[in-house]
């Protein structure tokens, strides 16, 4: 059953400017450690480098909508993180506020699902996030 359902779209160069205004402090509080690895990685190409954090920023947007409270009621940004499964498809990795919401969402008996997709197209990046709740088992 569905759970919740979020999506977020963002201008890049919003994310570009902020970036280059606040630098590795906006980054800090923002990413986890693995999605600024996953950024670094792509750094010799300037705009995949910015679309990587932008990805990632709507992705925590899209789920914190999902999750019903918004960056809020202590979900806070680095709660979330975009992870890539060993097949490479993207999901959401919650801990902290982001965890504790999503387990009172969950009914008894079953666990969550949380099924993410990103993408972008300069200078557009977007992400929808479904939170499932699948029987146990």
Known sequence: MILGIGSDTIDIRRVQEVIERHGARFIDRIFTEAEQAKAERRAKAPRAWVATYAKRFAAKEACAKA?????????????????????????????????????????PGHEARIDLTITDDWPTAQAFVIISALPRG
Do not use: F, Y
């Open 67 to 107: 999750l019903g409270t918004g960056i809020r009621q202590g979900v806070w940004w680095r709660d979330m993180g975009v992870v890539n499964l060993p097949g490479g498809r993207p999901t959401m990795q919650l801990t902290g506020g982001a965890l504790v919401r999503l387990e009172s969402l969950l009914p």
